[in-house]
């Protein structure tokens, strides 16, 4: 079996990340319960009349796949794996209520074609006239750990050398009142550096897209080694067991995790699940924390595996993201943790190459 | 007919999303589809609904226009010749 | 690793039948399922023909055995329904006696109650337990829950009208690497007022029973159905001396990067997605027995779909027909429903007629196959192909 790189990455979130050449050197604070990505110029990226029926998301995705590609210096890819818990909303809600609205008339077909959910993964492909396997997981918060399991499965096994793969989702208005009516967004404004002390119930709701050249050939630019993930729909007994029984499969004790990303989002209900490790089996492991940064979506992990990826290959630590005051300084591996509303649970294990 | 192919050329240029071209850059005789102003199958849908609403004009087979909207002059002909609002 | 990769279970819920049974039954005498539209309000009812399933949502909900306050959608409905009766069929009593995962394919989800629903949700509050239940995610995560399928690999994949047969091709690589024992995967897709209005922008729905390969083919009739396989490695079957229906003998998925969603006329990405699947197979076209098509009956597909066909049959094209005529486009499950109608093909040595064909495509001289016909089968290939380029191609066989 082959090892699986991280060869590239490309990020737009509501910091800005779109730059390869920074790394979160300046935080953009908000006081907020829905914020949106910080926008590229997307003209760069993407002519006018290719962008022209693009709603954020399918160009926040299309972006953030050339930014990668750019800094793995491909032009193209042998297989393109998205995903995305939500799907291209705006075009869908664009044409529901066009549909409700006009009594299903004067429908124009535009907004239907963008809503399916594998638009982003198409518009990929046609952009860069890849016809290899292209495939879009559309499962919550597992989403875009889906499209990493199965383009890590493609490379060991060598049924491709470089795939695209990536997390995407954008905020759209109606979707956001319909969360709001039932606290899945916090009913009010919350400071970033306040979220975990919120104590109320639900997110702050975000966008974003994040991107990875991943390959089973090693460059002198990559960034780190997939060494495992897994999913879990549900938890049958508890966060710490399932933690062991991951780094028993890999060979790996608690002390060999250097650094722990952790998904919490503040909401009071269910940051538990981070609590139970963060203060149980790896108290004594230093942690990070990021949705402070990017805000809460169903592909927001995706920017906890670029978070962790940069500090792999940069061995610096923002300030911003410290959850503990454990100082670590040689970061070799990093084991990440994410759930959403208590299901869709994934552990991913990175290490430095 | 004037005012009718200035209608339509804003309405092309708004309902199809055209930010890098300019109505007055469209040409009476241009090519729609193609090599011209690039429209496709999608935009050929979307003109046939606004046929529909705008002019009260029913295709029910999307190959029909082709023909019709093969330039704004064409365009404007048919629309004139067969409208019912 | 395992070799192999077996089926063992299936289970179904179409317009043509409410289990694996009645669906053959309805394939082989000839019987569609489309009809007038009777359960969703819509404007177009007189316009379009759907293929339909009988029972309501409240009849469904009974037979799983839900209460009343339940959050269901009716692709999740009708997807606990099948992969129950896929797990029953595989014999499986322990579900999580073995690493078992779910993959399942939607592209509907729960947007049938998100459009009924639309401005209910901010007056009456007993609505907004089907907030949650909108994204594709959520009906597989409630098969899961219904199947007893605990702390594993469930997944979701949309990729349009080729999602389940992608489903099914995930499936098989999990179980190839050793990674699950066992997975079920399968589709699910309601009708719904977005679908249908959607499809009737594009102009590709006929107003009458859809001819798939016809000259004068009038477009596509959308179906709503649900199906689930049950896939085993070759430990599982040995360990349980399982009986095997049929194998997921090759899998291949590539873009057509033609457009949206148009395929394009020599139909690059299904000739790539069969002869990948061949190639995973290690077969040669010759020695497929079968096609079932794709074959939507619209302009589009059927003009694709045939061109890659020639292509890849280059030295002779085996039967061929397209079953949608009987069900209609059951969009991101037609992979699965199509992946059980080739099982039962294999098991039962049988090609399925093409209904409603009349008059042959003037761009080349394919005719599906019109009559129920009876021959030895080995092989079946099984073709979907959806919006955004996505080409999928399954094949199946007798023997591993």
């Known amino acids: 079996m082959k090892a699986v790189y991280i060869n590239s990455v490309g990020s737009i979130s509501s910091q800005k990340t779109f730059d390869n050449s920074s790394f979160l050197d300046e935080i953009i604070s908000y006081d907020d319960n829905i914020i949106l990505a910080v926008d590229p110029n997307y003209k760069d990226y993407i002519s006018p009349a290719n962008s022209r029926r693009m709603a954020k998301g399918v160009k926040m995705g299309v972006v953030a796949s050339k930014i990668a590609l750019n800094e793995a ?92 793969v990536g997390g995407v989702d954008e905020i759209e208005d109606y979707t956001c009142s319909l969360h709001k009516l039932v606290n899945h967004i916090k009913k009010e404004k919350v400071n970033s550096t306040d979220l975990l002390y919120s104590k109320t119930e639900g997110a702050v709701f975000s966008e974003g897209a994040n991107f990875f050249v991943l390959s089973n050939l090693k460059q002198d630019s990559s960034y780190a080694q997939i060494v495992a993930i897994s999913t ?75 978070l962790a990826s940069k500090i792999l290959k940069t061995q610096k630590l923002p300030e911003a993201v410290k959850l503990n005051d454990i100082q670590g300084s040689n970061y070799k591996t990093i084991l990440l943790y994410n759930q959403y509303r208590g299901e869709n649970h994934s552990f991913t294990l990175l290490r430095r190459c | 007919m004037d005012d009718l192919k ?80 | 690793m395992s070799k192999g990769i077996a089926i063992t279970g299936m289970g179904i819920i179409s317009s043509i039948g409410n289990n694996v049974e009645e669906n053959y039954r309805s394939l082989i005498e000839g019987k569609t399922g489309i009809s007038r539209i009777s359960k969703i309000k819509t404007l177009h009812k007189d316009h379009i023909m ?50 078992t995962g779910l993959i399942s394919a939607t592209s509907v989800g ?46 979701t994949i949309s990729t349009a009208c080729s999602s389940a047969a992608n489903a099914i ?29 959607g499809f009737k922008t594009l102009m590709i729905l006929s107003d009458t029973y859809n001819t798939p390969f016809d000259e004068n083919r009038k477009g596509l009739n959308l179906g709503e159905a649900a199906a689930f396989l049950v ?3 070759d430990k599982v079957v040995q360990t349980e001396s399982k009986t095997v229906l049929a194998y997921v003998k090759g899998y291949g998925n590539a873009n057509d990067a033609y457009h949206q969603t148009a395929s394009s006329e020599n139909g ?119 919006f955004g380029g996505n080409c999928s191609t399954i094949i199946f066989s007798k023997k591993q």
């Open chain 1, 73 to 164: 210096n491909l032009d193209t890819v042998d297989a393109i794996i998205t995903g995305t818990g939500m799907g291209c909303l705006k075009d869908s809600k664009k044409f529901l209520s066009a549909i409700i609205d006009n009594d299903e008339q004067f429908l124009t077909p535009t907004s239907f074609i963008q809503s399916t959910h594998n638009t982003v993964g198409g518009q990929i492909a046609l952009g860069l006239q890849c016809k290899g396997y292209n495939f879009t997981y559309v499962h919550a918060s597992i989403s875009f750990e889906s499209a990493v399991l199965d383009a890590k499965l493609m490379l060991e096994n060598n049924e491709a050398n470089t795939v695209l």
């Open chain 3, 231 to 233: 896939l085993e490695s």
């Open chain 3, 169 to 197: 091709m995930l499936g098989a690589r999990l179980i190839k690497s050793g990674q699950l024992d066992r997975v079920i995967v399968g589709g699910s897709d309601c009708l719904s007022k977005f679908t249908i209005n």
């Open chain 1, 232 to 306: 879990y729909n549900t938890l049958k007994t508890n966060i710490t067991d399932v933690a062991n029984t991951f780094l028993k499969e890999n060979n790996l004790n608690i002390e060999a995790i250097d650094l722990l990303v952790l998904g919490n989002n503040g909401d009071v209900t269910y940051d538990r699940f981070y609590n139970e490790l963060s203060s149980g089996i790896f108290e004594n492991t230093q942690q990070v924390y990021y949705k402070h940064l990017c805000g809460e979506f169903n592909t927001a992990s995706s920017f906890g595996v670029w």
């Open chain 3, 268 to 386: 690059d990405g299904a000739t790539l997605a069969m002869q990948k699947a061949l190639k995973v197979a290690e077969l040669s076209s010759s020695d497929i027995d079968y096609i079932n098509a794709h074959g939507t009956a619209t302009g589009n597909n059927d003009l694709s779909e045939g061109q890659a066909i020639l292509r890849v049959f280059d030295k002779g094209v085996p039967d061929f027909s397209s079953t949608k005529a009987y069900t209609g486009h059951t969009l991101a499950a037609a992979g699965a429903i199509e992946a059980v109608y080739s099982v039962l093909a294999l098991q039962n040595n049988v090609v399925y007629p093409n209904l409603n064909f009349k008059t042959q495509m003037k761009e080349f001289s394919m005719t599906p196959q019109l009559e129920l016909k009876e021959k030895e089968l080995h092989t079946v290939l099984s073709n979907s192909l959806g």
């Open chain 2, 6 to 85: 200035q209608e339509l050329k804003e309405n092309i240029v708004e309902q199809l999303n055209l930010e890098d071209i300019a109505v007055e850059d469209i040409d009476d005789n241009d090519m729609l589809f193609g090599d011209g102003l690039g429209l496709d199958s999608i935009d050929a849908l979307e003109l046939i609904v606004m046929l529909d609403k705008n002019y009260g004009i029913k295709l029910t087979d999307p190959k029909e226009g082709r023909a019709i909207f093969e330039s704004i002059d064409v365009m404007a002909k048919y629309i004139f010749e067969n409208r019912t609002k």
């Open chain 3, 110 to 155: 729960g947007m049938d109650k998100t459009e009924a629903y639309y401005h209910d949700y901010f007056e009456n509050k007993a609505t907004q337990k089907y907030i949650a239940g909108h994204h594709a995610g959520d009906s597989t995560q409630k098969i899961a829950e219904q199947l007893g399928i605990e702390q594993s690999l469930v997944t």
């Open chain 3, 50 to 99: 759907v293929g339909e399933i009988a029972f309501t949502n409240q009849e469904l909900e009974q037979q799983i055995g839900l209460t009343p306050d339940n959050n269901y959608s009716r692709t999740a409905l009708l997807g606990v329904t099948a992969a129950k009766q896929a797990i029953q069929n595989a014999g499986i009593s322990n579900i999580n006696k073995y690493k």
